[in-house]
C-alpha cells in the first residue's frame, strides 16, 4: 500500500470519523426502527428485507419482531463470513445488532394510520430516510443484502438482481401469507424507499452540465470566467462529419445559472451548440464540499 493510501485510510479510521459513521448507524436505525413500528408492521407491509420477513413471522407466530430479526440477521452475518471469504466490517456486525434492538426499543410507539396506502408511503419514506443516514456513514444493517451478496458470488447474477430476487421473494410470500392486495402495497413501500435512498445519498440541489461547442471560444472563455464566475474544462474533439478540430468547453452550473448560461452563449455567439444534462450531485470549490 502506496503512503497515500495509507494516509488516506487513516483519516477514514480517524476518531472523529468513527463517531460520525456509528452516530449515522444508531440514528438512521432509530428511524428505520420507528417506521417499521408506526406504519409497517401494524399495516402487514412486507416491504423486503429481513424487516420483511419478521413481519410476515410475527403474524404468523406471534413471536416480537426483534427477536425474529436478531434470529435471521446473526446466522446471515456468520454465512457471509464463511462464503463469501472476506473482511466484514465491524460495522455490519454492529449493524446486525443494533437495528433489533432499535425495533424492541421503538415497539411501543403509536401506529400513526391504519390506512394502508399511507403507511406503505410513509413507511417507505422513513425506512428509505433510515437506510440512506446509515448509507451515509458508510454502514450497513446486515440482513437479507448479505443474502444477496452470497447470491451475486456464486450465480454470476448482478447485485442489483441479486437483491430484488430475495425482496421480490419476501413480498411474494406477503402476498400468499396476506394477500395480494398487500404485496402490491408492499411493492409501493419499496419503490418509495430505494427513491428515498437516492434523495439522502445525492440530495434535492441538482446542478447541470453543459457542453459548449462553438467557434467563439475564446469569448466564451472569458464570458464563463468573468460573466458567469465559473470555471470550465477545456475538451478536444472533432466534427464527424467534417473532421474539423473542435474544441468542447464543458461548464457545472447550478440550476439558477443555466438561463444565465444560455443567455451569455447565445449572445457570444448565436449558432453555438449546448448540450445540457443532469449532475445529481457535484463535489468540489464553488459546490458541495467532499
Not at 148 to 176: E, R
Amino acid at each position: 500500500m502506496s503512503k497515500k493510501a495509507k494516509l488516506r485510510k487513516g483519516a477514514l479510521q480517524s476518531p472523529s470519523h468513527i463517531i460520525y459513521d456509528y452516530l449515522h448507524l444508531i440514528i438512521g436505525s432509530l428511524i428505520l426502527a420507528a417506521s417499521f413500528n408506526m406504519f409497517l408492521n401494524p399495516n402487514q407491509i412486507a416491504s423486503g428485507g429481513v424487516s420483511g420477513l419478521s413481519t410476515i413471522i410475527h403474524n404468523l407466530f406471534g413471536f416480537p419482531p426483534a427477536i425474529i430479526q436478531w434470529a435471521l440477521n446473526i446466522p446471515l452475518f456468520l454465512l457471509g463470513l464463511w462464503l463469501l471469504d472476506r473482511h466484514y466490517s465491524i460495522k455490519t456486525a454492529v449493524g446486525s445488532v443494533i437495528l433489533p434492538l432499535c425495533v424492541m426499543l421503538t415497539s411501543s410507539l403509536p401506529v400513526l394510520t391504519t390506512n394502508t396506502l399511507l403507511a406503505s408511503i410513509y413507511g417507505g419514506m422513513g425506512v428509505g430516510l433510515g437506510i440512506g443516514i446509515v448509507f451515509r456513514g458508510r454502514g450497513s444493517t446486515g440482513g437479507l443484502s448479505i443474502a444477496s451478496q452470497i447470491l451475486h458470488k456464486y450465480t454470476g447474477l448482478s447485485l442489483g438482481l441479486s437483491v430484488a430476487v430475495f425482496d421480490g421473494l419476501v413480498i411474494l410470500l406477503a402476498g400468499v401469507i396476506f394477500s395480494p392486495e398487500k404485496a402490491l402495497y408492499a411493492l409501493i413501500g419499496l419503490f418509495v424507499t430505494s427513491k428515498t435512498i437516492d434523495v439522502v445519498q445525492v440530495g434535492f440541489n441538482t446542478s447541470k452540465v453543459a457542453y459548449i461547442i462553438s467557434n467563439e471560444i475564446d469569448s466564451l472563455r472569458e464570458a464563463i470566467l468573468f460573466d458567469l464566475d465559473r470555471g470550465f474544462t477545456q475538451i478536444n474533439g472533432s466534427g464527424g462529419f467534417t473532421g474539423d478540430k473542435r474544441m468542447v468547453l464543458m461548464v457545472v452550473v447550478s440550476q439558477s445559472e443555466v438561463s444565465k448560461l444560455k443567455a451569455l452563449v447565445k449572445a457570444v455567439d448565436p449558432q453555438a451548440f449546448i448540450i445540457l444534462t443532469q449532475a445529481n450531485e457535484v463535489l468540489g470549490e464553488g459546490f458541495k464540499n467532499v
